[in-house]
């Protein structure tokens, strides 16, 4: 944290190469965020550098004493993709492969199919909880972070959240059924 | 297999984005090139200077007087 606000200090003295130890740190899941969020997640890496353009230039604005900077940059990165996605329109879901009773194929082809549900059931999600779940499964931010990414209470976040697991392992309950039933 | 341990795995294999190799380098070239920090920013770093915040402070306080002064020579005269 520390050595983050000396990089950022460096930065704003004019030292630009240090920026660079931010883009390595932030790289992959600025990326990672922003590809999942995406309609067209081939955008991501064009969208992931937008962000990191985006938080130089900005960088005098940076306040550490409002919030983290991985807080700062998903912030960014998240109004980045709201915008990118209202530009687009909205992508069809491609179909599923015609689904075969799970007797007839092997494990490694079903497990394949039911990864290709679950893409397509948080694809379907509502932006407010994709972006929750991607921030707190997927990123593994605490819910207070997210909170204030979205700007939003940590309640809401975490009910989010819930709600979108649900959504997600309910689109493999016509796959197979739990351990326990 | 468990619906949870498929949900597991998936959640796995999301977290496992590859980057492309030449990611940053990238960014910092369009940095270089492309892109500069706002201006505002050095007008921001340079009030920021206790040089710059003490000429600020003088400049202030010299309209203050410099206003009284007139105030108490208009009332007098």
């Not at chain 1, 990326?31 to 962000?51: G, K, N, T």
Request: glycine letters at 4%.
């Amino acid at each position: 944290m520390q050595d983050e606000l000396e990089t950022v200090s460096r930065v704003l003295r004019g030292d630009t190469e240090a920026f660079r130890l931010i883009v390595d740190r932030y790289e992959r899941p600025v990326l990672s965020f922003v590809r999942h969020l995406l309609r067209d997640p081939e955008d991501a890496p064009d969208l992931a550098q937008e962000v990191f353009f985006a938080a130089f230039a900005k960088l005098s604005r940076f306040d550490p004493a409002c919030s983290r900077l991985s807080t700062w940059l998903f912030t960014i990165a998240r109004n980045k993709t709201i915008n990118a996605n209202k530009k687009k329109r909205p992508r069809a879901i491609s179909a599923l492969p015609e689904q075969q009773s799970p007797g007839e194929v092997s494990d490694d082809l079903v497990l394949r199919e039911m990864f290709v549900k679950l893409d397509v059931a948080l694809q379907s999600l509502p932006d407010r909880q994709r972006r929750a779940f991607v921030l707190s499964q997927i990123e593994q931010l605490p819910y207070e972070e997210i909170a204030q990414i979205e700007g939003a209470r940590v309640g809401t976040i975490k009910s989010r959240v819930n709600r979108a697991r649900q959504k997600l392992q309910a689109s493999l309950a016509t796959f197979m059924k739990d351990d326990n039933e | 297999m468990n619906k949870q341990k498929v949900y597991q795995q998936w959640l796995k294999k999301k977290q496992a984005v590859e980057i492309p190799e030449d990611f940053a380098e990238c960014v910092m070239t369009g940095i270089y090139h492309d892109s500069h920090r706002e201006d505002f920013s050095k007008w921001d770093q340079w009030v920021c200077t206790p040089l710059a915040q003490a000429g600020l402070a003088i400049g202030a306080l010299l309209v203050f007087v410099i206003r009284f002064v007139m105030l108490f020579a208009a009332a007098v005269g």
